[in-house]
């Protein structure tokens, strides 16, 4: 009843000692500042993740379970030098946002309490702040040479377009998170259906069996018991 971890370097987040069928799904990790993974944690493992971070950025990061017994896990983040910023015990799901600093961010789940339902845990990592944006302005002003024929300055540009970007981006959280909700309401529900086809089953026997015990003692109640004397 170990844990794992694994570091990778910025900005794609590392995994570590995952099965082979879950290397493949690793590898498809592109550079992004929005990230996320579904992974399955054994009974009894815990799964711990790095993120390096610049100074004064934000990290956000959400998490659900979507499968597996009472649908909860412990979670635990840490900072660079070691100390605690989050820790939760038997949680369906959380979102927690901090200001970074320099250094690797250590996230764990923790399903050590269970000793057999295994978790299908779903977490997603937003980056804000990276130090992208002032180089992409930058970037923008090599090409600005001069007076604006259209009367348009560099700023309204760039504004318009951070506007789209952000918009675009919240869509594809919301969209993210309305996939992780779905996939754990069909557990729910598929979990449900064979419970209530399960007990049907019982109840039916049940029934059947209550049916015969009563057949049969009405029978005997008419029965004549009396013994003819020759």
């Not at 570091?7 to 570590?16: D, E, Q, Y």
């Not at 339902?117 to 930058?138: H, P, R, T």
Request: net charge negative; glycine share 6%; aromatic share 10%.
């Amino acid at each position: 009843m170990g844990g794992r971890s694994v570091w990778l370097p910025f900005p794609v987040l590392f995994l570590a000692a995952l099965p082979p069928a879950l290397l493949r799904g690793a590898a498809g990790f592109r550079p992004s500042l929005d990230s996320d993974f579904t992974f399955t944690l054994p009974a009894g493992q815990k799964e711990c993740f790095y993120q390096p971070m610049p100074l004064k950025a934000s990290l956000e990061i959400e998490y659900q379970v979507l499968d597996g017994a009472e649908l909860d896990i412990d979670f635990h983040l840490a900072s660079p030098e070691g100390r605690t910023l989050v820790f939760e015990q038997r949680k369906t799901d959380g979102v927690h946002t901090i200001e970074t600093e320099v250094g690797d961010y250590m996230f764990c789940f923790d399903n050590t309490f269970s000793t057999i339902s295994e978790k299908v845990i779903f977490f997603e990592l937003i980056l804000d702040n990276m130090g992208e944006e002032a180089q992409e302005q930058e970037d923008w002003k090599k090409y600005i040479t001069g007076t604006d024929v259209l009367e348009m300055k560099l700023e309204d540009i760039l504004e318009s377009i951070n506007s789209i970007k952000s918009r675009l981006s919240k869509s594809g959280h919301i969209q993210t998170l309305l996939r992780a909700f779905e996939a754990r309401d069909r557990n729910i529900q598929e979990s449900n259906f064979d419970r209530v086809n399960f007990w049907s089953v019982v109840n039916l026997m049940v029934m059947v069996v209550v049916s015969a015990i009563q057949v049969y003692m009405l029978k005997s109640l008419f029965e004549d018991k009396r013994k003819s004397r020759t």
